[in-house]
Each structure stands twice: as C-alpha cells, then as structure tokens.
C-alpha cells in the first residue's frame, strides 16, 4: 500500500512512511478488549493496519472491520501469520521493524524519532501484551526498540504516544474517506452525519 501526501513546499504528492502494527501475545478471553484498542487505536491515529501475530479472533477481527466500514478510511486487518514471517517479510519487502518497549531508547530524549524518520522506509511496530520473547530485541527482529519513556505502561498508551510523535499529530486532522458516520465536532453535546 503506498501512502502519498501533499507537499506545500513542492505542490506535488509524495510518498510517506507507512505504519503497520503488529501485536503479540493476545489471548483471546483476556486481552479482546484491550486489543480492540489496540486496533482501534492503531487505525485512529494513522496507521494503515494491524496484524495479530500468531492466533486468530474472528470476533476481534468483526469488530475492527466493522468500525472501518462505518467510520471510513482503509485499514487492513489480518490475523494468524507467525510473527517471524510476519517480520522476515515486511523486511524483505524493504521496511524497517520498531519494537515498543519500556527498555527502549527514551522517545523524548534520545535522537531515535529522528533517526527512524530518516531511514524513509515504512514502519512494523511490534507491541506486546504478556512479556514478549527475547528475540524481539535482537537486531535481526528490530531495527529500533523505542520506550515511550522508561515507565511501565500499557501498550495502547506506548502506540498512541509513538503515533502521535511520529505523525506530528497532523493524523488528527486526517479525514476518512467513504466514512458512513462523521462527527460535526461541537462545543457540547453531540451531532453525526450518517450516511446510508
Ligand atoms: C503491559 S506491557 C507488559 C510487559 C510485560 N510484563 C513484560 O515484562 O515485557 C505490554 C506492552 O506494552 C508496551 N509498553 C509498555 N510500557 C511501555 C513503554 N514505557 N514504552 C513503550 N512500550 C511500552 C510494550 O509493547 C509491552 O510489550
């Protein structure tokens, strides 16, 4: 999937970085909930989708799909792929792997924003849920392991922040496009366009 933007400065439509969230370690009676925010996190903030590595929940999958048809914009959901292929081909395809994680370097004072913006290449952001393997440290897994400050947190938390730090938050102005239901913002109460 190829993701272009208007530049002001050149009047022309470029290519940006792709983000695709890849989450280990869900179990399906525990962590649907937290998950589905995961998800819905990762598609409100500008990722284009999510991969649950190794399990499938169709339910799960229902749910995301079904925000998506309602609310507009693409975002793939894809499920059950082994997270070793999944990261052995989104690097072959040339893209790099980020690793959320509290050990990571600091996204606030260390220059690892910048240099993953730098490298141009699309994004694999790995989050975890129970404690993840080793592997996902190594650099053959991940290119960055990026904490969103050294602090224990959650993963929707860690994916927000990292998102919104990595689009600059513009991915909160961003429409969505063949969206059944729009919010008209208002000061109180609220009002939908919904769209047959
Ligand atoms: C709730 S944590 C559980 C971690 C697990 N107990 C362990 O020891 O690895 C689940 C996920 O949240 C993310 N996470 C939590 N705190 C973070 C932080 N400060 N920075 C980045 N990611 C974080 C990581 O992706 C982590 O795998």
Redesign the pocket.
């Known amino acids: 999937m190829e993701n272009l933007e208007q530049n002001p400065k050149t009047n022309r439509k470029e290519k940006t970085q792709e983000i695709v969230v890849l989450r280990w370690g869900h179990r399906p009676k525990r962590d649907a909930r937290l998950t589905s925010h995961v998800a819905l996190t990762a598609r409100a903030l500008g990722a284009s989708g999510f991969l649950l590595s190794d399990i499938e929940d169709k339910k799960l999958k229902e749910t995301v799909e079904k925000v998506t048809e309602n609310w507009g914009g693409k975002f793939f959901f894809e499920m059950g792929k082994k997270w070793k292929s999944a990261v052995r081909d989104w690097k072959a395809k040339g893209g790099i792997v980020v690793?959320?994680?509290?050990y990571?370097e600091n996204v606030q004072t260390s220059p690892v924003l910048d240099k993953i913006r730098q490298s141009g290449k699309d994004l694999l952001v790995?989050?975890?849920?129970?404690?993840?393997p080793g592997d996902f440290f190594s650099d053959e897994v991940s290119d960055f392991n990026?904490?969103?400050?050294?602090?224990?947190?959650?993963?929707c938390a860690?994916l927000a922040v990292f998102l919104d730090r990595f689009f600059g938050g513009k991915e909160l102005a961003k429409g969505f496009k063949e969206a059944k239901i729009k919010v008209v913002p208002q000061e109180r109460g609220k009002k939908t366009i919904v769209e047959c």
Not at 146 to 155: L, T
């Open positions: 690793h959320l994680t509290v990571g790995l989050v975890g849920s129970q404690k993840v990026v904490a969103v400050g050294n602090q224990p947190h959650s993963e860690a």
